[in-house]
C-alpha cells in the first residue's frame, strides 16, 4: 500500500478550526444542548477510570455527564462526585441469575432505552472483562451503531474489538484510543504485520512515518475507522488521512491518562454533532462537497469552509489529544513526579482555555 503521510497543517490553523466547532454559549441554549454523554464502564475492580472520564467530559463543557456502570460501582462513583449522573445498569455475572445462558440483547435493554438522549457514548473505562457485561456491552455497540450514535472505544472496550472487529467495521463515527499494547492486540487480531513501536525506533529512518503508515494500515483493516494512537505523539488515522499530534505531553506516566483523552473525546463528539446540526452559526462558506481524499480535508482545514464529517472527525481526535497532552504537561509542571491522574482533570479547563478559547460569540457574554 502506498503510504499517505499526514496532514501538514499547522497546529495553530487546526486549533482555529477546532474554535468552529465548539458551540458558543449563548442564553437561549437549553440544558443538554451543549452535550448529554455517556461514559459506559466501571466495575467491581474499577471505578477511578469511569470517573476521570466522566469529570473530563464535564470540565470541558458538556451539559450532562452519565456514568452507566455495574451495581458495585455506582455508589463508590456517586461518591467521588455529585455531578455526575451515575446509574447502576450495566449487568455482570455476579448480577444475573443464570450468568451461562443470558439474553444479552434484553439485558442490555435499560442502557439501550437511555441512547435517544445520548449524543455521544465512551465505551470502556474502567469496563473490565466479565464475559456477562462484554456481550452486553457487544449489544450496546451494535444498536448506537444502528441509530448512528458516535462513541469512542477504549480499553476493556477495545477487547470486544479485538474479538470481534466485524461491530465496528466501517463504521465512520467512532474513535478507538488504543495505547501501545491495545494498538498491538488489536492488529494481531486483524492480522496486520507491523513493528512494535520500539522496533520503529531500532530501525532508523523516518519513524513518524513508519508510525502513521501503521495507524493507517490498522485503520484501513476496519474499514476506516478513526484510530488515536497514544504514545510519545499521538498517531491519529482515518485510512486515508492521517495527523500527527506532537503537542508536549508531562514526564508522569501514571494510569488514567487515557481517561482524560476519551472523555473529552465524548464532549467533542457532541459538540461536532451539534456543529453539523448547524445549532448555531459558524460563520464558515457553505460546502456541498464531502471531503473524500486527504487533499479534501486539508483545504477544510485550511480555509473558512464548512466542514464535512470525515475532517470533523478527525479534527475532534485532535483536539482531544491536544488538551489531554497539554492537561498532563501542566499537571506535570505543577506536582513532578508526585502527578496522579486526578490532577489532570484540573487542568481540563485551562488546557481549553490556553489551546483553542472560547468562540467570540461566547466571550461577548464573559
Ligand atoms: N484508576 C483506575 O480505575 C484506572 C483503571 N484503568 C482500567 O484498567 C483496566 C485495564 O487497563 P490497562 O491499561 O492496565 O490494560 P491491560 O490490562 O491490557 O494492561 C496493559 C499493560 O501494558 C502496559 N503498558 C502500557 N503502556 C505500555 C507501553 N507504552 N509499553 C509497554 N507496556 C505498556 C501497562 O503497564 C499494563 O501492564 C481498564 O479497564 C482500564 O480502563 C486504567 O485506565 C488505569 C486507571
Ligand atoms: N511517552 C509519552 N510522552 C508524552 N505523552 C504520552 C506518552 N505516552 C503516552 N502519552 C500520553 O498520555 C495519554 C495516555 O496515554 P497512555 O499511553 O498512557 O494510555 P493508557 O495506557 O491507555 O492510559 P490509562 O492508564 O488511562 O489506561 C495520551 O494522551 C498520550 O498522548
Ligand atoms: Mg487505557
Avoid at 215 to 228: D, E, K, M, P
Wanted: charged residues 25%.
Amino acid at each position: 500500500m502506498e503510504p499517505v503521510h499526514h496532514v501538514t497543517t499547522s497546529s495553530k490553523v487546526l486549533f482555529r478550526k477546532v474554535r468552529n466547532i465548539v458551540p458558543p454559549m449563548l442564553e437561549k441554549f437549553h440544558k443538554g444542548q451543549l452535550g448529554r454523554v455517556a461514559v459506559i464502564g466501571g466495575c467491581v475492580d474499577y471505578t477511578g477510570a469511569p470517573y476521570f472520564s466522566a469529570i473530563a467530559s464535564a470540565k470541558l463543557g458538556c451539559d450532562m455527564s452519565h456514568v452507566l456502570c455495574e451495581r458495585s460501582a455506582a455508589p463508590v462513583i456517586k461518591g467521588y462526585s455529585p455531578n455526575l449522573m451515575v446509574h447502576p445498569i450495566l449487568p455482570s455475572t455476579d448480577s444475573v441469575e443464570n450468568p451461562k445462558s443470558i439474553d444479552a440483547p434484553a439485558l442490555a435493554g435499560p442502557i439501550i432505552d437511555m441512547l435517544s438522549r445520548l449524543h455521544a457514548l465512551v465505551i470502556g473505562p474502567g469496563l473490565g472483562r466479565d464475559g456477562v457485561t462484554l456481550k452486553v456491552v457487544a449489544e450496546v455497540i451494535k444498536e448506537a451503531r444502528s441509530r448512528s450514535i458516535p462513541f469512542v472505544l477504549d480499553a476493556d472496550g477495545l477487547l470486544i474489538v479485538t474479538e470481534d472487529p466485524s461491530l465496528v467495521k466501517g463504521y465512520k463515527e467512532c474513535i478507538l484510543t488504543p495505547n501501545v499494547v491495545e494498538f498491538g492486540r488489536l492488529a494481531k487480531a486483524l492480522g496486520i504485520n507491523t513493528p512494535s513501536q520500539a522496533d520503529i525506533g531500532k530501525e532508523g529512518g523516518d519513524k513518524t512515518s513508519k508510525e502513521s503508515d501503521a495507524c493507517q494500515q490498522l485503520s484501513n483493516a476496519l474499514g476506516g475507522v478513526t484510530i488515536v494512537q497514544k504514545g510519545p505523539h499521538d498517531v491519529i488515522s482515518n485510512g486515508t488521512t492521517s495527523l500527527i499530534n506532537d503537542i508536549k505531553g508531562g514526564l508522569k506516566r501514571s494510569g488514567g491518562q487515557g481517561d482524560t483523552l476519551t472523555g473529552s473525546l465524548g464532549t467533542l463528539l457532541a459538540w461536532r454533532a451539534a456543529y453539523h446540526e448547524k445549532l448555531w452559526e459558524s460563520g464558515e462558506k457553505e460546502n456541498e462537497k464531502e471531503a473524500e481524499s486527504k487533499a479534501d480535508v486539508q483545504a477544510e482545514l485550511e480555509s473558512d469552509m464548512r466542514m464535512s464529517p470525515g475532517t470533523t472527525l478527525l479534527l475532534a481526535a485532535w483536539a482531544g489529544s491536544s488538551i489531554t497532552r497539554e492537561s498532563s504537561r501542566q499537571a506535570f509542571e505543577a506536582k513532578g513526579r508526585s502527578m496522579q491522574a486526578s490532577d489532570l482533570t484540573d487542568e481540563v479547563h485551562k488546557s481549553f482555555l490556553k489551546l483553542i478559547g472560547e468562540p467570540e460569540e461566547s466571550q461577548a457574554h464573559l
